[in-house]
């Protein structure tokens, strides 16, 4: 209202009212430092005050990178996240302008872990590497050795003997930086090799040699021995017989750079005695009842031979020497048997039959051995 009492020389005014509009105060926000965001981090703390001191609230314009919950500000994934800051005022203040504040997600690290290295052989079967990242995204397998190793996908392969280097990597995605690369050292190891033999030659004693045969399953040479060599002896491939018995034959194969030595394995081959026969004399001409007769034969193996009779009431035999049984035997036929009943190494000779005919000596022309054996008079010749 509006007044004035006078004074000596004026009565006082009438009061008039006088009508003012008061406006509401104008507001402004202010942001507070911005949090540090990281993809599946910490939540942070959001922060801005208003010129009025009234109580600012905050929301997002990008509810995929980030969430806001009163003060409270969660990443959602990695990106740009857009914090509003808003006052409505009151009844005094107007609402302030909203404001923006712009906050970076930042990508996630990630780690790489080896699961247990799996067992290598050279010549071997392949194997699965196996290795997972803290982010649950697929990892990539490489070799840093691929002489001694190459990979595809999961599956090592070795190559050679030695130490098998697989390299695993993460590249990453939109919410994870790339994985720092980690190794796993794998030793190829030497592979192992089997021996084995081929048919066994057959030996006799005295026979031809044999050869020797048999294949490592590493596809290098097979070493022989034995170790009977008063029964056989080995050079090579090559087996000679040197007795009859039991000729033991030793396989070997030592190995290499890439392979274990083999098992030795062991052969047994009988050698057999040998064949015989015996190859009989002539007999002297001219045989007289009253004198002996001496017959000869000789055994292929050099054995002695026997002579045996085979008719013992015509004739007998001491040693060589052939004579009647007694003086009344005058004619008839005297059969001879000479054999070689052989030993350890010979087989018996098969017997060689020898007829000697007893006469009077009347037919002399008869004395000459036949193509059968001996054939011959043994009776009385004229002096």
Avoid at 28 to 50: D, K, Q, R, V
Avoid at 163 to 175: E, L, M, R, V
Avoid at 212 to 224: E, H, K, M, R, Y
Wanted: charged letters at 5%; aromatic letters at 6%.
């Amino acid at each position: 209202v509006a007044n004035q009492d006078g004074n000596a020389n004026y009565n006082a005014a009438s009061w008039m009212p006088i009508l003012t509009t008061v406006h509401k105060a104008n507001q402004t926000i202010t942001f507070g430092t911005a949090p540090s965001l990281t993809y599946l981090g910490s939540s942070g703390t959001l922060s801005a005050t208003a010129s009025s001191n009234l109580p600012v609230s905050f929301g997002t314009a990008t509810p995929t990178v980030c969430t806001v919950s009163g003060t409270t500000v969660t990443p959602v994934a990695a990106g740009i996240c857009n914090i509003t800051a808003d006052q409505a005022g009151d009844a005094h203040h107007s609402a302030a302008s909203q404001v923006t504040q712009t906050i970076t997600v930042a990508k996630a690290n990630q780690t790489i872990i080896f699961d247990s290295a799996p067992s290598l052989t050279y010549n071997g079967a392949t194997a699965n590497v196996t290795a997972t990242a803290s982010s649950g995204l697929i990892v990539d397998f490489g070799s840093t050795t691929p002489t001694v190793c190459t990979v595809s996908g999961t599956t090592v392969t070795p190559v050679a003997l030695g130490t098998c280097t697989i390299t695993a990597d993460q590249a990453g995605d939109a919410n994870y930086n790339p994985a720092p690369q980690v190794t796993q050292n794998i030793t190829v190891n030497k592979a192992d090799q089997v021996i084995t033999l081929g048919t066994a030659p057959n030996l006799t004693y005295l026979g031809y040699d044999g050869t020797l045969s048999a294949t490592a399953s590493s596809g290098l040479t097979v070493n022989f021995g034995t170790t009977t060599p008063t029964v056989c002896t080995v050079s090579g491939t090559t087996i000679a017989p040197v007795a009859v018995g039991i000729c033991t034959i030793t396989a070997d194969q030592s190995g290499d750079a890439n392979y274990n030595a083999a098992p030795q394995v062991t052969q047994n081959i009988v050698v057999n005695k040998a064949n015989q026969f015996i190859t009989v004399g002539d007999i002297p001409h001219g045989l007289l009842v009253q004198a002996p007769v001496t017959v000869s034969a000789v055994a292929s193996s050099g054995l002695e031979v026997t002579f045996i009779t085979l008719t013992p009431q015509t004739c007998q035999v001491s040693g060589t020497t052939v004579s009647v049984a007694t003086a009344a035997v005058t004619t008839g036929t005297c059969r001879i048997s000479a054999q070689q009943a052989g030993n350890e190494n010979f087989k018996p000779a098969p017997w060689v039959m020898q007829t000697i005919n007893i006469g009077d000596g009347s037919f002399c022309t008869e004395c000459l051995p036949s193509r059968g054996g001996w054939r011959a008079i043994l009776g009385n010749f004229p002096q």
